[in-house]
């Protein structure tokens, strides 16, 4: 799970640190239709470009992965990967704002390396052992979007 050489060290701490947030979903389900919903969509959209980029220069030429193997950056960062994949195809889309599904961005933008990595991630089997049902994540997350619009209201 731990690189060997000080290079492939720095490339996962690059990783992490550059693309750590890019699966970040929430500010997207907690904005308005229109500008700002559309503001926080590009700036997701961007942060796939660039995840792609990083991954078509520093990944594995080998493999799906970061490198040859799957590593400690790819285990940290494979939770918000099943979230963001599940959460918001399931929460966009309505009420006025467009569908977001991060793997059809990926077609869209052609991001095949992205979306090559992602794929991984999602099938790698230790991810999906220790990951949440999609459907308790559904669950979950519909309530807590409930519960915070009942608090705004207040």
């Known amino acids: 799970l731990l690189p060997t050489s000080p290079e ?10 550059l693309c750590g947030s890019t699966f970040s979903y929430f500010s997207l389900l907690r904005s308005d239709k229109g500008t700002d919903f559309d503001t ?3 700036t997701f959209r961007e942060g796939l470009v660039h995840a792609n ?3 078509v220069q520093k ?3 080998k ?3 970061l490198s040859e193997d799957f590593w400690l950056a790819e285990c940290n960062i494979a939770p918000s990967v099943q979230r963001c994949c599940t959460i918001l195809p399931e929460f966009t889309g309505k009420n006025g704002t467009p569908l977001v599904d991060p793997l059809a961005i990926c077609d869209e933008l052609d991001l095949s390396r992205l979306k ?4 991984a991630v999602l099938s790698r089997p230790s991810v999906i052992k220790t990951g949440v049902s999609q459907k308790i994540m559904i669950k979950n ?3 807590m979007l409930e519960r915070m619009a009942a608090m705004s209201k207040k």
């Open 59 to 61: 990944g594995s030429q």
């Open 63 to 65: 493999g799906p992965f």
């Open 53 to 55: 980029a990083f991954l």
């Open 116 to 119: 090559q990595w992602i794929e």
């Open 8 to 17: 492939s060290r720095a490339t996962v701490r690059l990783f992490t640190e």
């Open 141 to 143: 997350t519909g309530s």
């Open 40 to 42: 926080t969509l590009q």
